[in-house]
């Protein structure tokens, strides 16, 4: 069997529509209620209305629906789309079809992101794409497509899955690796210029980037932290070798950079002393390969200082793809 999971928050006459159009196509269909609103639901035929009393989210809403259908043993494909009549039915039932045949895969309907899409979207999308790309090394073209689909099989782990809002679906990208994402195109659809999305630029973009940010000033701080132990050692315990100054003050950055990064950044309840050793490797290789970098573009030509910006950049995007996928994994 397949189902069609729509997540509703103060939806209008555009959810009527999309219902109105599944039913033709006699699939399942799953409605949350995801808070109060005016729009009345009992119009709505041949579906399963699941409420949420106040609004929790879009994640939120995307799980309610998931552990019903858990508790309900559905088998077959389960689709996911939005209420406000971006997505077509013909679209709905293409990712369908390509679920059937790679019930291992999760199946993104994508856009073409160059064609009508409003200015407020484009950068939106944009931004997130290379920040999801700079941290997981996964390209995919749309990632705020909210018509996604997967096989029943894979319920366990869609619930699972951290993020209450707009983040569970950035967090969704993160759970499934290259080989298992299959990206399909879909019609492009901005209706009234996208004005009736619920999406909070600012504070559901911070939700999104929250692993990246937090890593991000785990190591701001953590810079701090190797700088001032490096003139304290120098200028105030009068260390004579800079070198060994520099050793030390690195040690004690790395060791509060491990601590912030696996309790607050990852929160890892694994094993310390096993992650604690990985770590060490990487800071040791993070070392040497900033070396080797910073030598090669120096040697092309490229002033010293901003050599070691882009060298300083890169192994950012190296050291915390390691430590996601590995060390705190």
Do not use: W
Request: hydrophobic residues 40%.
């Amino acid at each position: 069997m397949n189902y069609v999971v729509i997540p509703a928050y103060k939806p209008d006459e555009k959810l009527t529509k999309l219902v109105e159009n599944l039913n033709k196509n006699h699939l399942n269909i799953i409605v949350v209620k995801d808070g109060p609103c005016e729009y009345d639901f009992s119009k709505l035929n041949n579906i399963v209305l699941l409420e949420h009393q106040t609004n929790m989210g879009k994640g939120a809403a995307l799980k309610t629906a998931f552990k019903y259908l858990k508790a309900q043993q559905a088998s077959g494909t389960v689709v996911t789309s939005d209420a406000d009549g971006q997505h077509l039915v013909k679209d709905i039932l293409k990712l369908i079809d390509y679920s059937e045949k790679n019930k291992d895969k999760l199946i993104l309907g994508v856009r073409d992101l160059k064609r009508g899409i409003p200015l407020k979207s484009l950068l939106g999308n944009t931004i997130t794409r290379f920040v999801f790309y700079s941290s997981s090394s996964k390209y995919i073209k749309d990632t705020q497509t909210g018509l996604r689909a997967f096989n029943t099989s894979q319920l366990d782990k869609m619930i699972r899955i951290e993020g209450e809002r707009y983040e569970y679906e950035m967090n969704m990208l993160y759970e499934f690796d290259s080989e298992s994402i299959m990206q399909v195109p879909i019609e492009t659809i901005y209706i009234e210029n996208n004005e009736t999305s619920h999406f909070n630029a600012l504070k559901d973009s911070v939700k999104i980037y929250k692993s990246i940010l937090k890593f991000s000033a785990s190591s701001y701080l953590s810079f701090l932290v190797d700088y001032f132990t490096f003139l304290l050692l120098v200028y105030k315990l009068d260390v004579q070798s800079l070198v060994l100054s520099n050793i030390i003050a690195r040690a004690v950055s790395s060791t509060f950079n491990f601590y912030v990064n696996n309790k607050y950044v990852f929160k890892n309840k694994d094993k310390i002393l096993k992650k604690y050793i990985k770590y060490v490797t990487l800071v040791v290789f993070i070392l040497a390969l900033n070396t080797i970098v910073l030598k090669i573009l120096s040697g092309l030509g490229i002033k010293v200082f901003v050599a070691k910006i882009i060298t300083e950049a890169l192994m950012f995007i190296v050291s915390y793809n390691i430590q996601k996928r590995i060390i705190f994994k």
